[in-house]
């Protein structure tokens, strides 16, 4: 659904408001006219039972001192107080307030009450108690009605007086509403601007002074940017590394061209070097992938890939590339993060081993455990810490910038993990452990470079 949030939340407040406040007029109305007619009603009682005492049956004339017993209310014409008495289905008795006006009643059988309105004398509207009584042998209804129109006018003027305060506070209440929305939503301009300022290259991130409600989306945005500025470093650097050992060959066929009588052999050396780094750069950005950043890794479905790439770039030593079972849900690290980390930490363990590489991922619900581990001559204890340096090497022989463990402990580091060199227990050559919890990430993390030992 697409349009203004604040036209929403404004349209969504609205109606929840309006029912809200035509169930509460409704509510109050009803109320009022209930506890109305129950006190017209218990009056009403009170008549009932007084005239039934004035009735004698065993009297030479029963009804002689009903009139007499009556309010004088009920001898006022059109007073709007009425009586009827029925003996029967016959009328015996009128009040004198009716006039010439006609009641009608149907009996009621004895002991019990009906109430009901109706149209009464001069447009009055009654409401009506009627009472089936039985008196020494004689079965009696008892009618009274009362004339209740005041009272309903009272009751309109209420509702009308009650609908425009409701529809005034109901008017207050959403101009209140959308000068907060319009006081939160100015914060959320300041993210606006942010993500401008960051477009013109004024901030690398969004502020984090935001509403609690968003700042899940800042982190996440400043996370984002975080990654694509390290995805551009490591392009840059890739490229510097690359060219950084292009250097040397280069100069090198440069020189034997220089020269009078061309070493052909030495030439064709140096360009087999070059399209030797060229063709490892392509393939290790292949390691990689072109997924986005944000995907989470699954090693189930990422490390057989990634191993019969590794058996590509080691074509003509036949090594044996295996892992251990693997995770078989997805772990919440970034996908490209942990494709340069393994494929850093294999491809220096192909460059050592003998005849057997072998790797193993261990996940739990607080960390994620690598080993990689090769059957090559090891590494002294003495010289390990040496090659987490940038650009160490301990054999000059062998091909790379020597960044490979650097780049690898780097990664480890973003993580708040660590990265060990140690011995192979089972292989006899080194063993490289990482150990990367599965924790929140910061969105400012440090940079990481692509390369090689």
């Known amino acids: 659904m697409t349009g203004s949030l604040e036209r929403r939340l404004q349209l969504g407040m609205g109606i929840g408001l309006l029912l809200g406040f035509s169930l509460l007029f409704w509510g109050s109305s009803q109320a009022i006219r209930v506890l109305n007619e129950h006190y017209v009603v218990s009056r009403l009682g009170h008549d009932l039972d007084a005239a039934l005492g004035a009735i004698r049956p065993a009297a030479d004339r029963p009804l002689a001192t009903l009139a007499a017993r009556l309010p004088p209310v009920y001898s006022q014409p059109l007073s709007g107080h009425y009586l009827v008495l029925l003996e029967g289905s016959q009328v015996r008795f009128s009040s004198r307030s009716l006039w010439d006006e006609q009641l009608a009643v149907d009996p009621v059988p004895a002991g019990e009450q009906v109430q009901s309105r109706r149209d009464g004398p001069a447009g009055q509207q009654l409401l009506l108690v009627a009472r089936g009584y039985r008196k020494a042998g004689h079965h009696y209804t008892l009618a009274v009605a009362e004339d209740i129109t005041g009272m309903l006018q009272q009751i309109h003027r209420y509702q009308v007086t009650a609908a425009l305060i409701l529809a005034g506070l109901l008017f207050l209440l959403l101009a209140a ?50 990654l694509l500025e390290q ?42 070097r070059i399209r030797s780094l060229v063709d490892r750069e392509l393939r290790r950005a292949r390691i990689a992938g072109s997924a986005g950043s944000t995907r989470q890794f699954n090693a189930e479905t990422e490390v057989p890939p990634l191993l019969a790439m590794m058996q590509q770039l080691h074509p003509s030593r036949g090594l044996d590339i295996r892992s251990g079972p693997l995770p078989a849900t997805a772990l919440p690290l970034d996908r490209e993060d942990m494709l340069e980390l393994l494929g850093n930490l294999l491809d220096n363990a192909c460059k ?81 452990s990482v150990e990367l919890p599965l924790g929140d990430r910061s969105s400012g993390r440090p940079t990481n470079r692509a390369g090689q030992r």
Request: glycine share 8%; aromatic share 4%; proline share 4%.
């Open 177 to 226: 509403q959308r000068y907060w929305l319009r006081s939160g939503f100015r914060k959320l301009e300041l993210v606006r601007e942010d993500v401008a300022r960051v477009a013109r290259g004024e901030a690398r991130q969004l502020r984090d002074t935001v509403p609690d409600e968003i700042q899940p989306l800042v982190s996440e945005f400043n996370r984002l940017l975080g």
């Open 231 to 272: 995805r551009l470093s490591r392009s840059r650097n890739a490229l510097g590394n690359l060219a950084h050992a292009l250097k040397a060959p280069l100069t090198l066929l440069r020189r034997i061209l220089e020269q009078p009588e061309i070493d052909a052999a030495t030439a064709l050396q140096q360009a087999d």
């Open 352 to 432: 050592w081993a003998r005849h057997k590489v072998r790797l193993e991922i261990c996940a739990d619900t607080t960390s994620v455990t690598i080993h990689v581990e090769d059957d090559g001559p090891g590494i002294p204890g003495e010289q390990r810490q040496r090659l987490l340096a940038r650009g160490s090497r301990l054999d000059e022989t062998r091909e790379g910038q020597g960044l490979g463990l650097a780049i690898c402990s780097d990664i480890a580091s973003l993580y708040g993990g660590r990265l060990r060199l140690e011995q192979s227990p089972a292989l006899g050559g080194l063993r490289v």
